[in-house]
Every structure is written in C-alpha cells, then in structure tokens.
C-alpha cells in the first residue's frame, strides 16, 4: 500500500460520508482508495460543481464530506465553492494532489497552502509515509471539531512512498458542549423576564436545537424567527414567523419591528439578517449567543453576549426562568406567510410572474423536499414561497454571493436527503454557469426539479443601474427547456399558470430524470430583497 492508498482509507476509516471530484492522475489513487473503503464517490463535471455538491452533501446530512481534485488547475477550479463552504464553517476536507517539493517549475506548480488561507480554509499537508496517519486526522478532527473546511495537500512524490503498517484510527467526536457562565445565564433570564414581545432569530449555530429554543420561547412568550440559512427550523410552530431579514413578508417584518428585545442563537445579526438595522425597532435590546466569543457584536452593538453553544444556552437560560416562576402568555398572531400576501400579478404578455410561478409550484410539489437556491436578482421567490418541511430542506449557499453554486448544491443536497424530492431554485444565468452539472444529475437519475426564472439577463444589475447602457447584461432569449432535453430531462416551458400542468404529469411518472422548468419571467421592477441589499 502506498501513501495515497493509506490516506484515501484513513478517510473513509474516519467516517467521511461521501466524496465528490473530477479524478486526474494526481488524485486517482486516492480516490479509489475512498471507494475501496466504502466512501461514495461522484465524478462531477467539472471542480466547482463538485465543491458546491460536497458543500451541500456536509451541510444536509451532518457528515463530513471530501473533495478529491487534480494538484494545481484542479484546486483552482474548484476554488469558489472551497471559498463558499470555508465561509459557511462546513466540515469537509479538500483532497488535493499537490507537486514534489522539487518540482519548481511543474506546470501545476502554484501555491496550494496560500489558496486555502487566503479563501479561509484550514491548510495541512501529508509531510511523509511515517506521519501520513497523523496527518490525516489532525485534517479531519479540525474539520470536525472546529466545524471548518480543510485542504488536505497530498504531495506527488509522498503519495508514491511504500506506507508502514497502519496504525489504528482513532474515533473523532463532535464538538464538545460549551455551557455558558452562570453570570450570563442570569442575565440573559432577566432580560427575557423583563421584554413583553420577544423575538428568537436562530442562525447556522442553533439548526441543530430546535426543540430547546421552542420550549424557551414558550415560557419566555418569544417568537420564533430564523436567518436565511436555518429556515425551515421552526416549519410547523403555530408561533413561526419565517425568515428574518431581506425575505420578510410584512407582518413578520412588523412583528420583529416591535420586538423589545430581539436575542440571535448561533446568529450573526448581520445585516442581511436585521436589513442592515432597519428591521429592528428604535428601541430594541440586542442579545446575542454563539460558541465564538469574536462573532459577538462584529455586526452591530449589542446589549449582552453569551459564550456558550445554543442547546446548552437554552435549556440552562429555560431552567433560570423556571426557577423564577416566569411564563409568559404569547399572543396568536396572523399568517406571516408570503404565500398569503395580496399582490398584482404581473403574467401577460408570454410571460409570468415570478410569484404566481413560485405559488403555484408550491402547491404542486410534494412537501417532502429539499430546495436549494442560486443566487441573484431571482432567489427570493424560492426561498420565501417554497415552503420546507425543517431544516434539513433548505440549501442556501450564499456566504459568497456568487451565482452558479445552484445546480452543485441541488445534487449534493438530493444525496444527503434521499428521501426528499430536490428542488433547485437559479436564474438563466446561474443555470448556463454550472450547465455541465445537469449531465450528472442525468446520470444518477436524481429526479431534480430545476425551476429556472429567465429573464434573459443579469437581473440584478438591470434593476440596479436604472437607465444605463445594459448591452453587456441582456441576452438573446434561450430555449432552456431544449437544452434540458438535449441532456435527458423532461424539459417544459412556462409562460403561464397553466403551463404548469405537465409538472404532476411528470411527478406521476418514473422521476428517472430531472425536470427542467424554463420559466419566461415577467419583469418584477427588482425584486424587493434586492432592494433593499442595494441600498448598501
């Protein structure tokens, strides 16, 4: 056994749940070596594909997951999905072969250590067949316990060397609790104590503690909100109110406007979240609970931070107000739903509204699913009228803002929640930068419903620079519905409410292959989230 061999092995040995690359020379080895132990591996079309699907593989299935790519081009292919999981704190280990030490002027030859730090991520490195183990666990528990994305460098002239007989791998747990101070437990009780109108926003940090924010909330008379990236955690509390920030429909909008204190759980409050302050009313305590001391007030001031993870917080801060005799009465509130608001649909003309579309869909889909987003002028429509069972049944990866992650992301999801059916939210844009992806979800018969809202252009800059010159962000109409069929899906066009009739037509067939939906949108004047983003 060489040292790719062994390094492929102690991976799966440690638990990775699945891999996902292109294979070239440098990394085959020790692809195959993942396989051999038992780790799933899909070849994707090209790296960044591959990295937005293990980005979303770790993130719904609570596994760490591993991206195998070639030494040099490979890594740099791959490198704006890496920056997006470095960004989100997702736990995978990028395997990447890397030149000799004495190979100064290989063609491959870049600087693989300096990449990963400068996007974020943890670099290590395979120093040697006798430290190849070691090396390899260190990767993987800082993967783990420090919740982050580590590139694995595996240097060509170390992966050829003959390994020692290995040693045994050791189990790598999860991060240890972090119990909050007595002191701010106090605290914290005696502001919920003293707020009449509470609202929780929970983040990344507490997707994992739904149940012991809900029973706080009820006797502390919060309401339950989410960030972005942990919606679907509260889905079926009658106490719910969505998602707080940019896509707040406008009672949740009000509602956390006359919040008297306002407490993020593993949340960053940033202003994406708070709409840059706005959302919050003049008034309003901030209180904020993360497991990193740095993350409290790095967005806005706030009025107490607590060190300590969200379900030891909770429960600890729940059995304080216990101990008070506090319970507060919460009051019904009315459908906070997108779904429900009154608007002026806009279809006509050959082409339709992007809320009707998004409406529709809802109601059509199976409610088992899981939804991922693209990014761009398109992506408040699926994130704020296609509703998701949990947690577990909403991608976003948008910590990095770049569009073309969707399709990645949709095909790792749909791995890690097989039982769900997958939905990908992208605009055109989104859809032609990642086109090479759709051919894998053919090939692995993922039965993903492609939803692609078209406007033929770079939506966002179109509303945001008015009456310029928008030669350079329009384009020619495209049939997306032919290049779906041209790669094996069911491929529709849709200009109208009605056109979405062959979508139950395709949900009662076999599912063996995506459906992608070529959505003609009609011109929403900007979506509002936009808006709003824009305006900083």
């Known amino acids: 056994m060489n040292v790719a061999e062994l390094v492929g092995r102690t991976l799966a040995e440690l638990g990775a749940g699945a891999a996902f690359g292109v294979v070239g020379s440098g990394n085959f080895e020790a692809t195959n070596a993942l396989r051999a132990g038992g780790v799933r591996f899909v070849a994707a079309r090209h790296e960044g594909g591959a990295a937005s699907m293990a980005d979303a593989y770790a993130r719904m299935s609570g596994r760490v997951s591993v991206l195998s790519v070639h030494q040099g081009c490979g890594l740099t292919n791959a490198i704006t999905g890496i920056t997006e999981a470095a960004k989100s704190r997702t736990p995978m280990i990028v395997l990447a072969a890397d030149t000799a030490a004495s190979a100064v002027l290989s063609n491959f030859r870049v600087d693989q250590d300096a990449l990963a730090t400068a996007v974020g991520a943890v670099p290590e490195r395979i120093h040697s067949a006798l430290t190849a183990v070691a090396d390899t666990v260190r990767a993987y528990r800082t993967a783990v316990r420090q919740r982050r994305t580590v590139l694995l460098n595996l240097p060509l002239d170390v992966q050829a060397q003959q390994a020692p007989e290995a040693a045994p791998v050791p189990k790598i747990a999860g991060p240890a609790p972090i119990r909050p101070a007595a002191e701010a437990v106090s605290e914290l009780a005696g502001l919920l104590a003293e707020a009449k109108r509470p609202v929780f926003v929970a983040g990344r940090g507490a997707r994992a503690s739904s149940a012991a924010l809900r029973e706080l909330a009820e006797v502390s008379g919060a309401l339950l909100a989410t960030s972005a990236v942990a919606h679907g955690l509260f889905h079926d509390d009658p106490f719910s109110i969505g998602i707080s ?102 279809s006509g003309g050959g082409r339709i509204d992007p809320r009707t579309l998004s409406r529709r869909l809802d109601e059509i889909l199976p409610s088992e699913r899981v939804v991922s987003v693209d990014s761009g002028n398109f992506m408040g429509y699926p994130s704020a009228y296609l509703s998701v069972p949990d947690e577990n049944g909403f991608c976003f990866t948008q910590a990095f803002q770049s569009i073309g992650l969707g399709l990645g992301t949709a095909i790792g999801a749909a791995l890690a929640q097989p039982g769900r059916l997958p939905v990908l939210g992208v605009g055109d844009g989104g859809f032609h930068l990642a086109l090479s992806e759709l051919e894998t979800a053919v090939r692995l018969k993922i039965p993903l419903v492609v939803i692609v809202y078209n406007d033929a252009a770079y939506g966002a800059e179109i509303h945001h620079f008015g009456d310029a010159d928008m030669t350079t962000v329009r384009f020619p109409d495209t049939d997306i519905a032919a290049i779906g069929r041209g790669f094996g899906c069911t491929g529709i066009t849709v ?30 004047g900007g979506s509002w989230w936009l808006a709003e983003a824009f305006r900083h």
């Open 245 to 346: 920030g940019g896509f707040s429909s406008p009672r949740a909008a009000d509602l956390i406007g006359g919040a008297d204190l306002v407490v993020g759980w593993g949340c960053a409050l940033n202003g994406w979240t708070t709409r840059h302050g706005r959302l919050l009313g003049p008034d309003v305590r901030l209180a904020q609970v993360d497991v990193d001391e740095a993350a409290l007030g790095a967005h806005r001031p706030i009025d107490l931070g607590v060190v300590g993870d969200v379900g030891s917080t909770a429960a600890d801060v729940h059995a304080e107000l216990s101990r008070r005799g506090h319970h507060a009465e919460r009051p019904r509130i009315s459908t906070t739903r997108w779904n429900d608001v009154p608007y002026n649909d806009l």
């Open 495 to 524: 200009r109208s409410a009605e056109d979405l009739a062959a979508v139950p037509e395709w949900l009662g067939g076999p599912r063996d292959a995506p459906l992608v939906i070529d959505a003609k949108i009609a011109d929403d």
